[in-house]
């Protein structure tokens, strides 16, 4: 059976995966990207970043991102965009200007109302802000945050849904899928927006887990998300592990994808699940965290890992 397919069943909206221009010349894993009761769902793993969408200040370049879109569209697959603002792939006249508030309160704008413009209508959901807090709690020092304070979140939430008024409209963020300081203050901020009337439709839970350490508070933490009356969605799930990989490994790993899968279906509001790509071949890890991989759900070679079947059971 297909991920999707068992996803649709379960009465969620979609399973799907990442993925990224340069992975498009592989021919046996786009027939597998390709197959819509496999990935119901598209994410552009990079190409519609800021530094691949407004490379220089008010140059819109939609080429690479289009091209994903084009992809899902022709499979009939939904899109996640991802993202409008984070700290890194920033292209240089971003992150090293030098701007008043208003200046980049409206860099800001201009960026997120032309990117979530180009592709109205076509997007389910947008992860309109990208990891904006430290694990303390307190909000990255980045150049937004260090200009402007807080105020370019809700200046881009606004006009996101200015150009797209029907995008469920994303914070995304990593290591809030546990109790903590960092959940706590997303809570807060989420709060925040709804009483001032700021537009926050949904929270994106990366879920970047590690290998017999998926949070065993995982289902009680997304509960006092839902009690903040948003959906919300696995949007980067993969499970990596010290490499070599070992069956014990795997088949923790296996249970690790289980485990999250279970704690989506056990609430209406968690939409969906995306893996930040599905096979090893093509994954984030080896190269963010050196020693680790093996964290997708198909192998090198495009073989069906135990994962697989853990994400299977999970639904
Ligand atoms: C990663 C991409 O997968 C890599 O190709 C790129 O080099 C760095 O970014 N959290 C996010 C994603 O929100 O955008 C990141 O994607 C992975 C971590």
Redesign the pocket.
């Known amino acids: 059976a297909g991920l999707h397919a068992v996803a649709k069943t379960a009465g969620k909206l979609y399973f799907g995966t ?1 993925t ?1 221009n340069p992975e498009l010349t592989d021919t046996p894993y786009v027939a597998i990207l390709d197959d819509n009761m496999m990935f119901g769902q598209i994410t552009a ?2 190409s519609m ?1 800021w530094d691949a969408t407004e490379p220089e200040q008010g140059v819109f370049t939609f080429d690479q991102g289009d091209v994903i879109r084009n992809l899902a569209q022709g499979n009939g697959q939904l899109l996640r965009g ?2 409008c603002v ?1 700290h ?2 920033l292209p240089d006249w971003v992150a090293f200007g030098t701007f008043t508030s208003d200046e980049l309160i409206s860099i800001v704008e201009n960026h997120c109302g032309t990117l979530v413009g180009h592709y109205t209508g076509q997007m389910y959901a947008w ?1 309109v802000i ?2 904006a807090f430290n694990d303390d709690g307190t909000f990255q020092q980045d150049i937004f945050f260090n200009t402007t304070g807080t105020a370019y979140i809700p200046a881009a939430l606004n006009a996101a849904r200015a150009t797209d008024p029907n995008a469920k409209l994303y914070i ?1 963020e ?1 290591n809030i899928e546990f109790a903590g300081p960092k959940a706590t203050a997303l809570q807060n901020l989420i709060k925040e927006l709804q009483s001032e009337g700021v537009p926050i439709d949904g929270v994106g839970f ?1 879920s ?1 887990f590690i290998v017999g350490e998926v949070p065993t508070d995982l289902v009680a933490n997304f509960q006092t998300f839902v009690d903040l009356d948003v959906e919300f969605a696995i ?2 799930l993969d499970v990596r592990m010290t490499l070599p990989e070992t069956d014990a490994l795997l088949a923790q790993q296996k249970k690790d994808y289980e485990t999250v899968i279970n704690a989506c279906v056990a609430f209406p509001e968690c939409v969906g699940v995306t893996v ?2 599905f096979t090893d071949t093509f994954s ?1 890890v080896p ?2 965290f050196p020693g680790q991989g093996a964290a997708c759900p198909w192998d090198d070679n495009l073989v069906r890992k135990p994962a697989f079947d853990g994400i299977v059971t999970g639904f």
């Open positions: 990442a990224d793993a990079n970043k991802h993202n984070w890194e792939q992860d990208n990891e995304n990593f990366q970047h949007t980067e930040w790509d984030w190269g963010a």
